[in-house]
């Protein structure tokens, strides 16, 4: 099974490094049949702040990174400087800036990503969204991780799991598992979940990005003219100017108040980039299209549609101002190039993969039962509105064993500052809740 696939290499040195433990463990490609076909899934172990990866006064947290689609070094580089890493000048690259103060982090590179975890080459002109839908999804990630959890966290040690943005979707398959290292605690965190509606979702979070840029805007009076400021100088070294939407991932991208400075800032700085450098920056955004992406939002998020079908919808319901940085576009026209590879979008767009299966909901309110979950919901987030995550959220809840936390900071804002301290507040109750005597 695995011939029918193209897959970029991997270089075996990655595992070479100083501060982290990073290695491959071996994996079957399909869980549900035996063949002898297996993957080396990429980890990383990454020790406290000023400790080791063997110090197990540490607490270990399990990662699981949203996407989908997207290797575990976007929420840390592979190259991060560990010389400075008590700065947190990394910012949006380092969102362990305060998790690392308390915990070791344990990540894994998803299956096919852009990583080192079987990478697929998503350039293969005889690419089959079902067959990398089938193989490739949140229930064989979930697999993974547990046997790298296996392998990495000795028996009878306690760990975390922060399954984060599409590592709901992710978290949830892993909860379904038949056999599964149980964590103390997992945190769902903007986390996307089975059973929401998804034109619903999808509209509330075009409302959120329209208000996102009307905040903007207040905060900015001449945002407009930065913006096109900017769009000029795409045009100036031959990018086409409406690429800027790529930039709507930075919407809402922190606290009130900082995120809208920290926005300026960066478009400032790309006006001294040429060419190849904005192509880094807008790949670095991770918010241009992305085919593995669309493969796998389509399977796990949007069954029976895709991000393109949806966003036609959207931008006619909800409609921007010519100024603002809108997702849609990026959905609409990010691959309608009459290239190869939107021709096999508008293929895909006809026929959209199969769907991704999860535990009936019953079943796995059951599960739930037996663990114990925090939910996150954050205000000014630009990808999981609060007010629809807390609806779908409620469809999950089990008396006992969940909790909601509402925190500041957009997306991400588990692993700022504020949401760091929900987080070890709830996890030191949980300690404190197993070693008190009932």
């Known amino acids: 099974m695995l011939n ?4 970029k290499p991997v270089d075996p040195s990655i595992v070479n490094h100083t501060v982290e433990r990073r290695g491959f463990v071996k994996a079957p490609f399909d869980y549900k049949n035996s ?9 990383r172990l990454i020790p406290a702040l000023g400790s080791t990866v063997d110090d197990h006064s540490k607490p270990m947290v399990v990662v699981m990174n949203g996407g989908p689609g997207f290797p575990s070094s976007v929420y840390r580089p592979l190259d991060f400087d560990y010389a400075d890493a008590a700065s947190p000048k990394n910012g949006i690259l380092n969102r362990f800036h305060y998790l690392s103060t308390a915990y070791r982090i344990l990540l894994v590179d998803q299956r096919g990503t852009d990583g080192q ?25 979930a697999r993974d991780y547990l046997a790298v959890i296996e392998q990495l966290i000795p028996k009878g040690e306690e760990f975390f799991v922060i399954a984060q943005s599409y590592g709901g979707m992710v978290g949830m398959q892993y909860l379904s598992l038949s056999h599964l290292r149980k964590p103390q605690g997992m945190v769902f965190s903007s986390a996307a979940l089975p059973y929401a509606n998804t034109r619903e979702g999808m509209l509330n979070r075009r409302e959120e990005q329209f208000n996102l840029n009307l905040q903007l805007l207040n905060a900015v009076p001449d945002i407009a003219e930065k913006l096109h400021e900017v769009r000029s100088h795409f045009e100036k070294v031959g990018i086409q100017a ?3 939407n790529a930039l709507f991932s930075w919407l809402g991208r922190g606290e009130t108040g900082v995120w809208e400075n920290a926005l300026v800032d960066y478009l400032k700085s790309l006006l001294a980039l040429g060419k190849e450098e904005i192509e880094l920056e807008l790949k670095k955004n991770a918010a241009e299209f992305h085919s593995l992406n669309y493969i796998l939002s389509s399977a796990n998020f949007t069954p029976g549609q895709t991000d393109r079908t949806i966003a ?5 319901m909800i ?6 940085l809108d997702e849609d576009w990026i959905m609409i ?5 009459g290239s190869s590879k939107g021709k096999w979008v508008k293929k895909m767009d006809e026929s959209p993969p199969p769907p991704t299966s999860f535990m009936k ?5 059951s599960v739930i039962g037996q663990n114990q979950l925090l939910f996150t919901a954050a205000s000014n987030d630009a990808f999981v509105p609060l007010e629809g995550y807390v609806k779908v959220v409620s469809k999950f809840q089990v008396e006992g064993h969940t909790e909601l936390a509402t925190i500041p900071g957009g997306h991400n804002a588990i692993f700022l500052e504020k949401g760091f301290e929900v987080f070890s507040a709830w996890a030191n109750g949980l300690k404190t809740k197993v070693s008190t005597p009932q």
């Open 361 to 365: 909901l019953d079943k796995l309110k």
């Open 319 to 324: 409609v921007y101002e010519p100024w603002m």
């Open 117 to 141: 975890t079987a990478p697929l080459d998503m350039d293969d002109p005889n690419l089959n969204p079902d067959q990398i839908a089938k193989y490739f999804s949140s229930d064989s990630q």
């Open 242 to 244: 409406d690429r800027i």
């Open 4 to 7: 029918t696939f193209k897959f």
């Open 312 to 316: 036609f919808q959207t931008s006619k």
């Open 35 to 43: 063949t002898p076909d297996q993957i080396d899934v990429f980890y």
């Open 333 to 337: 026209h990010g691959m309608n190039d």
